[in-house]
């Protein structure tokens, strides 16, 4: 059921597509791999630009260990967008809040690890208001622990 799940919300992402501009409000839905400890994980974030090509970024994700832990990541991103048009590059760098419960629905123990992260992502238009995105960045909060995350954005647009 969990690959299920996660083959359903890998194909469901969605992205954007019209060049960054102030106010423009985008969602992302997507999945991330964590490339050392090979674990999957569910997200879903919005992204706000609040000045032309730079942009605040909140997302959580839902990850699925192969042990019977409850995990959870809030990243907070700060990106700027180093191109414009078809493909988007662009650099980010923020905090995140990495949580583990091992006796879940237990009082038991529990640690949660807050970081900074860094990377670098893509965005790729695919038509007016729809695109994909591909994102590659270091967690420091787990001994640098590197994540890819492939997703699909919807543009909201912004300002009318």
Request: hydrophobic letters at 40%; proline letters at 4%.
């Amino acid at each position: 059921m969990k690959k299920l799940l996660l083959i359903f919300s890998m194909f469901s992402v969605m992205g954007i597509a019209n060049a960054q501009e102030q106010g423009d409000i985008r969602l992302q839905l997507g999945a991330d791999y964590r490339l050392q400890i090979n674990e999957v994980g569910a997200n879903a974030g919005i992204e706000y630009l609040f000045v032309d090509n730079f942009s605040i970024a909140p997302n959580f994700t839902y990850l699925f260990p192969a042990e019977r832990i409850l995990m959870m990541n809030l990243n907070v991103d700060l990106r700027y967008y180093l191109t414009q048009g078809v493909s988007q590059v662009y650099i980010l760098g923020g905090y995140n809040n990495y949580w583990e419960n091992f006796q879940p629905g237990l009082p038991g123990q529990s640690r949660t690890r807050p970081g900074g992260n860094f990377g670098a992502g893509a965005f790729f238009d695919v038509g007016e208001t729809l695109g994909f995105i591909t994102e590659f960045k270091i967690q420091s909060q787990n001994t640098r622990l590197p994540v890819l995350r492939l997703g699909v954005v919807l543009n909201l647009g912004g300002r009318y």
